[in-house]
Nanobody, 123 residues
């Protein structure tokens, strides 16, 4: 399995930007499709974005399309989530997840998870 560590969260004002990073350790990172999910206390974890192992296919939740961009650098074993035009409703713990090869958007399809990074957006 791959170990994942997220970073880059913080407190920002509405309209601001953040770039989340997820560093992976373990072998064969380039064979993993990666995903970002988020969770608010009391609610289920929800899909945000995913990227294929090659990086040529991406997927986004409707609520973040046009504002979030997922990317990966296989040489650095890292996946990124660029978040622009932040809204208070984006406040959540953001989790990075990995699964082998095929891009998916369901939480249950991912077998490896990071510990999460908090994003708080003030109005």
């Amino acid at each position: 399995q791959v170990q994942l560590v997220e970073s880059g969260g913080g407190l920002v004002q509405a309209g601001g930007s953040l770039r989340l990073s997820c560093a992976a350790s373990g072998r064969a990172f380039r064979t993993y499709a990666m995903g970002w999910f988020r969770q608010v206390p009391g609610k289920e974890r929800e899909f945000v974005s995913a990227i294929s192992w090659t990086g040529d296919t991406t997927s986004y939740a409707d609520s973040v399309k046009g504002r979030f961009t997922i990317s990966r650098d296989n040489a650095k074993n890292t996946v990124y989530l660029q978040i622009n035009s932040l809204k208070p409703e984006d406040t959540a713990v953001y989790y990075c997840a990995a699964r082998t090869f095929t891009i998916r958007t369901m939480e249950s399809d991912f077998g490896s998870w990071g510990q999460g990074t908090q994003v708080t957006v003030s109005s």
